[in-house]
């Protein structure tokens, strides 16, 4: 493999919709990035995207990428193969861009952490807000109230029609098209939880190191069985309580709902990323406001390819990392089975200390 100072070789393993929006033009972008390797299922999509960026080889079977001479791997196929696939890259030497969630299984999710840290490259999530100028604030104020003892976490979108069948209009004029059983099929990690409310869990996780105990769910499901919307309460390790939520229900024309908020023996924080506000309340009415530009907050996901290269040449931090993934698929499987068996709690077994800095 090339040395962190000669050129990035990337693959893209899963090259679907997504990857070929943000991924692929996030590296091609990058003049320290030699696009590699791309596979995807349908010889004529994987023909279009290898010609359209320049791609040295192109492949259906990922696993013939892997005698390929690449130093970072993007794993953006669905979720429920990217275990696999994100072990077997970092097994191999690569640093990995796995797309969230990291994986549905909370074992595999901790297996992929302690594979990361054996072999000595960085597993980052793709988590876009972590990446966002001036979110990690909240983190230094999550310092000054004390031990914190409740979390309100919320997350709503303007994704009725991807998970209850209606159409992708809004992604017509784009050549490669998603794929609705990423989306909707029960046993590939499809429905809200999985599909938008690890984002917001992405953002608690990587701010505190707060890691859920026990689980208490409810769903909202469509006809095909996926959750629409999400109820949970949750116990945390520390014995703090929270209460998770999530909703496809934004209209459309609306942007991202995401509020946390964290309550302290000593204070609270709030972060609105809606409305862009950052807020510490401490007692005796002292209050600090973040000063946040406006559209800073805007989502996208350019942050963690990025990341990714800077890594791969020695530069930056990982502000995604395996971690927080794990602990995020953990929730997130818990409130899926909860909801599933009616509200019954889900115990997280504690196998493995939350953090891996």
């Not at 990857?19 to 279009?48: F, K, N, Q, W």
């Not at 960085?122 to 004390?146: F, Q, S, T």
């Not at 859920?212 to 014995?239: C, K, W």
């Not at 609306?254 to 302290?264: K, L």
Request: glycine residues 10%; contains cysteine; proline residues 4%.
């Amino acid at each position: 493999m090339s040395s962190s100072k000669g050129p990035v070789r990337a693959a893209i393993i899963g090259a679907g919709h997504f990857a070929y929006r943000m991924h692929i033009p996030i590296l091609a972008a990058r003049p320290e990035v030699v696009l590699d390797s791309v596979c995807r299922l349908g010889r004529t999509e994987l023909d279009l995207i290898a010609e359209e960026f320049g791609f040295a080889f192109a492949t259906e079977d990922w696993r013939e990428v892997l005698s390929r001479d690449i130093d970072i791997a993007v794993i953006s196929s669905p979720h429920h193969l990217h275990y696999e696939q994100a072990k077997a890259f970092l097994e191999k030497g690569c640093h990995v861009l796995v797309e969230k969630p990291m994986c549905l299984d909370p074992g595999q999710a901790w297996d992929l952490v302690q594979v990361a840290d054996a072999s000595g490259r960085e597993l980052l999530v793709a988590y876009g807000w972590n990446y966002k100028p001036g979110l990690d604030e909240m983190r230094e104020m999550v310092a000054e109230i004390g031990e914190i003892e409740h979390v309100v976490c919320h997350m709503a979108s303007f994704t009725r029609s991807i998970f209850s069948g209606g159409t992708l209009s809004n992604w017509a004029h784009i050549a490669i098209q998603p794929d609705r059983s990423t989306w909707e099929a029960p046993d590939q990690g499809g429905g809200y939880a999985y599909g938008q409310l690890s984002h917001a869990l992405g953002i608690l996780y990587w701010l505190t190191d707060l890691r859920a105990a026990s689980v208490q769910s409810m769903l909202f499901e469509a006809p095909t069985e996926i959750d629409l919307h999400d109820a949970a309460a949750v116990r945390f390790a520390n014995g703090a309580t929270g209460v998770f939520s999530g909703s496809c229900g934004v209209p459309n024309g609306h942007g991202f709902e995401v509020d946390i908020r964290i309550y302290g023996s000593n204070g609270s924080v709030l972060l609105d990323i809606e409305t862009e506000r950052l807020v510490l309340k401490l007692p005796d009415g002292e209050a600090r406001v973040a000063q946040v530009p406006q559209g800073a907050w805007t989502y996208s996901c350019d942050g963690p390819p990025a990341r990714l290269v800077d890594i791969a040449l020695g530069q930056g931090r990982n502000e995604s990392p395996g971690h927080v993934g794990a602990r995020a698929v953990e929730t997130l499987h818990a409130i899926v089975a909860s909801g599933k068996a009616r509200g019954a709690e889900q115990i997280i077994t504690q196998t493995r200390k939350a953090a891996a800095e």
